[in-house]
């Protein structure tokens, strides 16, 4: 199995602040990565899929990029709304493997 | 608006069976792929088993395979899990999900096994 390991599993940072959540896969998965965000006692939404298109509806402040082993999920200017777990997904390869999360909460 | 609602959860001893039911609206149901994925308590996501569209091809995570059977009614735009000798680790909240890469899930479904 592909192995995703994501970092930082916890992160505090200020509103307005710009935060990056990276993942890195243990072989080369193309572009095929998501990323999502899981408020809690909520199901995860997608924000970005196949590494840097943005999903329908969600803020231009959520951005992706990367390709091959090393990605990047980026908001430009946190908002308190965005307090939530965030998750790596990738999708290149059976099985589909997720991150373990990284926890973003405010400062 | 895409809907995806599961049910069929709750608590069961180990060993036994359940068979969960996601009930999808919004979308031509028969279009898409679909998943369950779960999530253990206080634990990350887990990708448990897919299948296509038209239901000729399934997969599953070592873990499950030869336990559980993922299946699908397109006539009833309804996705089923049938979950067989359970054990203590199945125990999770277990997510329907559209496609395979998980576009839309639903609320999800507790899970409990325990004796």
């Known amino acids: 199995d592909i192995q995703m390991t994501q970092s930082p599993s916890f992160l505090s940072a200020s509103v307005g602040d710009r935060v990056t959540i990276n993942c890195k896969a243990s072989q080369n998965i193309n572009r095929y990565l998501n990323w999502y965000q899981q408020k809690l006692g909520e199901a995860p939404k997608l924000l970005i899929y196949?590494?840097?298109s943005l999903q329908t509806g969600i803020p231009s402040r959520f951005s992706g990029s990367g390709s091959g082993t090393d990605f990047t999920l980026t908001i430009s200017s946190l908002q308190p709304e965005d307090v939530a777990t965030y998750f790596c997904l990738q999708h290149n390869s059976w099985p589909n493997t997720f991150g373990a999360g990284t926890k973003l909460e405010l400062k | 608006e895409v809907q995806l609602v599961e049910s069929g959860g709750g608590l069961v001893q180990p060993g036994r069976s359940m068979k969960l039911s996601c009930a999808a609206s919004g979308f031509t149901f028969s279009n898409y792929g679909m998943a369950w994925v779960r999530q253990a308590p206080t634990k990350g996501l887990e990708w448990v088993a897919t299948?296509?569209?038209?239901?000729?091809?399934?997969y599953y995570r070592d873990s499950v395979k030869g336990r559980f059977t993922i299946s699908r009614d397109n006539a009833k735009s309804t996705l089923y899990l049938q979950m067989n000798s359970l054990r203590s680790e199945d125990t999770a909240t277990y997510y329907c999900?559209?496609?395979?890469?998980?576009?839309?899930w639903g609320q999800g479904v507790m899970v409990t096994v325990s004796s």
């Open positions: 299948i296509s569209y038209d239901g000729s091809s399934t």
């Open positions: 999900t559209r496609g395979t890469m998980g576009d839309y």
């Open positions: 196949n590494a840097n």
